[in-house]
């Protein structure tokens, strides 16, 4: 099992998530720290653009998934937001319990950190199993 688990898709999703990483992190650390946008809203703003991008990626190149319907888009969807709530809505008290004597900014910037690492565990095996499931033959 774990070998079927970590085969080929898994390095081309880590390779797709290192693009996207980079992209999205730029958004969401500029958003908070350049423009003082909230920790919610620049969290999200990551995984709204890195989303996009992280569908085509993943759909044509990490899992080659053919198939073209409105019901993979809505399981996209819900397991983006699923894997984002459950990731950042953890790591922040986590993070605001562990560093309790840092600021505000430093806390929300570890939460930030820690929220994307338990994120891209979730959404790989949200994408893998259930949005680009394979057919068994």
């Not at 909230?38 to 991008?53: K, P, Q, R, T």
């Not at 053919?66 to 990731?87: H, L």
Request: aromatic share 18%.
């Amino acid at each position: 099992m774990l070998k079927k688990l970590f085969d080929i898709k898994f390095w081309k999703f880590i390779l797709v998530g290192v693009a996207n990483t980079v992209f999205g992190a730029g958004i969401m650390f500029l958003f908070y720290n350049v423009f003082h946008i909230s920790y919610w809203i620049s969290s999200a703003a990551n995984y709204v653009f890195g989303s996009i991008l992280s569908y085509f990626l993943n759909k044509y190149f990490t899992f080659r998934a053919k198939k073209r319907s409105g019901a993979e888009i809505v399981r996209f969807i819900v397991n983006i937001s699923v894997c984002y709530g459950v990731a950042y809505g953890l790591a922040r008290p986590l993070v605001r319990r562990i560093l309790s004597t840092a600021t505000v900014s430093l806390q929300d910037n570890a939460a930030m950190l820690v929220g994307m690492v338990v994120f891209v565990g979730l959404n790989y095996l949200g994408q893998r199993f259930f949005v680009f499931p394979e057919k068994e033959e």
